[in-house]
Nanobody, 125 residues
Framework: QVQLVESGGALVQAGAPLRLSCAAS????????MGWFRQSPGKEREFVAAISWHGRRTYSADSVKGRFTISRDNAKNTLYLQMNSLKPEDTAVYYCAAGPAYISNYYSQTSYTYWGQGTQVTVSS
């Protein structure tokens, strides 16, 4: 079992940076691929970014490329999402996801086994 706890969500102005963290605990959590998804009111949950277990491969949604960077520190069992140049349309609840050991489609939420409770990011214009 893997537990995921997100933190770092806040209310910020457009253009500001923000970094989200996801602390993972549980057996073999550092060997799982991980990702970030987000959900805005009235919309379906959507893919934001993902990273392989060793961190050498990353994937990002077109809407965040060049602005968001995903990274991980396996020694600390922590996943990060550095968000720069935030826009009002980035407002959402951001969720951390992990595992299983092999994921064929990093972009699909159905590929992930474990989920955090989410952290709210609100970007004001």
């Amino acid at each position: 079992q893997v537990q995921l706890v997100e933190s770092g969500g806040a209310l910020v102005q457009a253009g500001a940076p923000l970094r989200l963290s996801c602390a993972a605990s549980g057996r073999t959590s550092s060997s799982f691929p991980m990702g970030w998804f987000r959900q805005s009111p009235g919309k379906e949950r959507e893919f934001v970014a993902a990273i392989s277990w060793h961190g050498r491969r990353t994937y990002s949604a077109d809407s965040v490329k060049g602005r968001f960077t995903i990274s991980r520190d396996n020694a600390k069992n922590t996943l990060y999402l550095q968000m720069n140049s935030l826009k009002p349309e980035d407002t959402a609840v951001y969720y951390c996801a992990a595992g299983p050991a092999y994921i064929s489609n990093y972009y699909s939420q159905t590929s992930y086994t474990y989920w955090g409770q989410g952290t709210q990011v609100t970007v004001s214009s």
